[in-house]
């Protein structure tokens, strides 16, 4: 008697390369979402709003901070 339903895989193989590449994929994922809410809480640790940090997070999405000079940036731009 089985319990678990049969898998649509071929092989063992087979289940090993679906299970890198979904690991690979969500490894990559994992690592975006961690740089952004890094760079969200750099923003409010500075002292910025929610608007102040979401622009900052869209100009320096390369970087895991944020630069020191970021408050002078965003009263030059007059961003609120």
């Known amino acids: 008697m089985s ?8 092989s063992s193989a087979c289940v090993g390369e679906c299970c890198l590449d979904s690991f690979e994929s969500n490894l990559h994922t994992s690592q975006r979402f961690s740089n952004q809410a890094s760079r969200f809480l750099d923003g409010y640790q500075k002292g ?10 869209k100009r320096y999405r390369g970087h895991r901070t944020l630069p020191d000079s970021i408050l002078k940036e965003l ?5 609120a």
């Open 75 to 79: 009263d030059e731009k007059q961003i």
């Open 48 to 57: 910025l709003n929610g608007k102040q940090a979401t622009w900052a997070n």
């Open 3 to 10: 319990i678990r339903p049969s898998t649509p895989f071929r």
